[in-house]
Each structure stands twice: as structure tokens, then as C-alpha cells.
């Protein structure tokens, strides 16, 4: 069965500290892993695809990377417009939803 | 042009009544997603929609549940005889085509349902 775990649940930050962000997945064939910024209130907003281990795409001050097991958000000198909730999902061969981690609600504070 | 559309935002419901929930996706996206959203939990899958069928029903959680999509756009989510756990956050996405390479999700705002 699919599968995403994502840690920590809450992450509290400063401004400028830098900071990552984990997701563990596990799926029958990996079609695609995707990362969700979500505000309260709001729908999920897109923010990356990866595909294959070594892959690593970046916006602003976030850079996603993923390995055969697990993906990471690194959040570097956040500032507090950063906070929200980050989502994980994955797609496995077998489906086509996407099925996805709880989140981690970040916090940066000035 | 305009993003995911749903309404109500808000929908406030006594126990045992019907309620309907619309969503209007992005023109011209023939993929079509409804997620359920609880407290403290992540996104739960309920159904998809390619055009106008929907060839995954597989995480409607009870025969209470049922959605339809006409003309390829909007789509309706009816629950039936409603009750408390149905309360939640009810999400809608659409993407250009299924299989989702290099087309992401693209979500509304959700209707708030809660169940009194």
C-alpha cells in the first residue's frame, strides 16, 4: 500500500534559520512525488514535481530533493511569509490520485 | 483564466439531511479530483473523474457518498443523509490530463462542511 509520512508535524523557526523538511514514502513504482504549500483557509498550492532519486528543483528560498526513500523540503533564511502548512504526495504505478502525508505546519517568527 | 471554484464555502448542515457540493475546475482540464480534509489528517482521496466517468471510485468512504460530472466541467459531490464525521474540509482539483507528469493538481478552496 502507498504510503507518505512526513516529520517533523510542526516546526517552529526564526527568521534566517535554515531548516529541512522530511518526507518518507513508500510506493509500487514511483511516477512522480509532489510538494503542497497550503495557508489556512486555502486549497493546496503547488509547488514541485520530482520524478527520480537525485532530482532537486528549486523556488525561492525552498529546494526539493528526493531519494529512493524519502523526499526533503530545505527552507533556507525563511522569513515569515514562509509559514504554512507543507504537503507531500506521491503517485505510484498503480493509481492516479495522489496520496498524501498529514503535513508539517511550519512557523517562522521575526 | 479563472482557478478551481467551489461552493458553498461554508456549508452548515443538521444531521440526516442531504447536501451538495460544487466544483467548477480550471477550463479546459479533463481530470477531475475530490479530496476530504479532517482535522488533523491529511488529504483523503475520494474520487476521480476523466471527462465525464469516473473510472476510480475507490475512496468514497459509503454508499452515501456520489458524484457526478457533466459536460467534461462542473462536478457535483452529494451526501446523503448526512452525519457528524462527515464534517470536513471537501477539496476539489483539476489537472489538464490524467497522469500527472508535469501536470500538477491544481486545487480550490475547498467547502467547509460541519454537521450539527
Keep these: 500500500e502507498d504510503q507518505v509520512t512526513q516529520s517533523p508535524e510542526a516546526l517552529r523557526l526564526q527568521e534566517g534559520e535554515s531548516s529541512s523538511l ?10 512522480g512525488l509532489f510538494w503542497y504549500r497550503q495557508d489556512p483557509g486555502k486549497g493546496p498550492e503547488f509547488l514541485f514535481t520530482l520524478y527520480s ?25 525563511p522569513k515569515p511569509e514562509d509559514s504554512a ?26 | 483564466g479563472a482557478g478551481v471554484s467551489q461552493s458553498p464555502s461554508n456549508k452548515v448542515t443538521e444531521k440526516g439531511k442531504d447536501v451538495e457540493l460544487r466544483c467548477d475546475p480550471i ?20 474520487i476521480y473523474f476523466q471527462g465525464n466517468s469516473a473510472p476510480d471510485k475507490s475512496g468514497l468512504p459509503s454508499d452515501r457518498f456520489s458524484a457526478e460530472r457533466t459536460g467534461g466541467s462542473v462536478s457535483t459531490l452529494t451526501i446523503q443523509r448526512t452525519q457528524q464525521e462527515d464534517s470536513a474540509v471537501y477539496l476539489c482539483a483539476s489537472s489538464p490530463r490524467t497522469g500527472v507528469n508535469n501536470s500538477p493538481l491544481h486545487f480550490g478552496n475547498g467547502t467547509r462542511l460541519t454537521v450539527t
Design chain 1, 22 to 31: 522530511n518526507c518518507s514514502y513508500t510506493v509500487s513504482g514511483l511516477r
Design chain 1, 53 to 77: 532519486a537525485g532530482e532537486e528543483k528549486e523556488k525561492e528560498r525552498l529546494k526539493a530533493t528526493l531519494t529512493k526513500k524519502e523526499s526533503f523540503l530545505h527552507i533556507t533564511a
Design chain 1, 85 to 110: 502548512t507543507y504537503l507531500c504526495a506521491v503517485q505510484g504505478q498503480a493509481g492516479t490520485a495522489l496520496i498524501f502525508g498529514k503535513g508539517t505546519t511550519l512557523s517562522v517568527s521575526s
Design chain 2, 27 to 46: 477550463s479546459g482540464h479533463t481530470a477531475l479530483y475530490w479530496y476530504r480534509q479532517s482535522l488533523g489528517q491529511g488529504l483523503e482521496f475520494l
